[in-house]
């Protein structure tokens, strides 16, 4: 197929379109700054999908596509609300309106679990409706929000395909969102357990993630369309043993430094504060929605997933776990 990766200088973008690359798809990238995917010889455009500006970019890109995979966005815990409307539902609307326009037939619109996480327990659960008002700070809000305007693109009569894809924690050698901030703190010694840290949470090995989007680009408009599937590696751990793992991969200590419930969250209010009214961008040790995330448990039910997309994980967690470390030089 001809396919367009927008999003491909993040992590997950850029593994994907090398897997659709290697099994002999015709793929260009686009996102904002060079992806080094040209060299790989993979046809590149530059251009911000949240700028109006570039809307005959993001036209001239989609035409003659036979689907598009839509990961860009802007990932963050802070920032201004205008931001991640901006890049997240200003950007979605253009692909939407690009595939429309040129006939594109499928669009695998890349979500988050966090699209349907309110603050509660998800436990063994399959992808719930994404849900703007009870989304958790900016980027889930306006992911969900983008993932609604996705999914309502769906039709049989203008012919465009649209699947949702909720990957979970994406991670793995090169990840600059997760294991190296991770690893950042923990060298620095400011790398907390909280509470017991015996939530379960369940995680995706980046090239698990990247099968499971190609799985998603063929099963769109054939076995799957219009609605919402959430990816994950299907093997729920521990809080404290995910953090401990990453560390020993990065050759350092278990975490030792332990904060209770209820003082993470305050910590959280006031840190989310501090950084609202002073308009910092730089990563804060703490929010609320962290404390959320690594207190409360989230894993899923992957049947429907597995069978619509007729996709299981290969690598998974101890092979994944084995190939952070060798990253790191640390077996």
């Not at 993001?58 to 991640?84: E, Y």
């Not at 040129?102 to 988050?112: A, I, N, P, W």
Request: aromatic content about 4%; charged content about 20%.
């Amino acid at each position: 197929m001809r396919v367009l990766v927008t999003g491909a200088s993040g992590l997950l973008g850029a593994t994907t379109a090398r897997a659709l690359a290697a099994r002999g798809d015709d793929v260009t990238v686009m996102q904002r700054r060079p992806s080094g995917l040209a060299d790989a010889g993979l046809r590149e455009v530059l251009a911000d999908l949240g700028d109006p500006a570039s809307a005959g970019l993001v036209r001239g890109a989609a035409r003659g596509q036979d689907a598009v995979l839509h990961l860009a966005a802007k990932v963050d815990v802070v920032g201004p609300a205008i931001d991640f409307e901006r890049a997240n539902v200003g950007g979605t609307r253009a692909v939407v309106d690009a595939c429309r326009a040129e006939g594109v037939g499928r669009l695998v619109q890349v979500s988050s679990p966090s699209v349907a996480h309110a603050g509660d327990a998800l436990v063994g659960v399959g992808a719930g409706p994404a849900d703007p008002a009870s989304a958790r700070g900016h980027y889930a809000r306006t992911k969900a929000v983008s993932e609604l305007l996705a999914l309502d693109a769906d039709s049989a009569t203008t012919g465009l395909a649209v699947l949702a894809v909720r990957p979970h924690l994406v991670w793995g050698p090169g990840d600059t969102q997760l294991v190296a901030r991770l690893v950042e703190r923990a060298r620095a010694g400011r790398l907390p357990v909280l509470g017991a840290g015996t939530a379960l949470i369940d995680t995706t090995y980046v090239d698990d993630a990247a099968d499971a989007l190609v799985a998603a680009v063929d099963a769109c408009g054939v076995s799957a369309r219009g609605e919402a599937l959430v990816v994950s590696g299907g093997e729920p751990r521990t809080v404290a043993e995910i953090l401990t793992r990453v560390c020993r991969a990065a050759g350092l200590p278990a975490p030792r430094l332990r904060l209770p419930v209820p003082v993470a969250r305050a910590a959280g209010a006031v840190v989310d504060g501090v950084w609202a009214a002073t308009r910092r961008t730089d990563t804060p040790p703490l929010t609320r929605f962290l404390v959320e995330q690594l207190t409360t448990a989230h894993w899923f039910d992957q049947r429907r997933t597995r069978e619509l997309l007729a996709w299981t994980p290969a690598v998974g967690l101890d092979e994944g776990f084995r190939r952070l470390a060798a990253s790191y030089g640390t077996t």
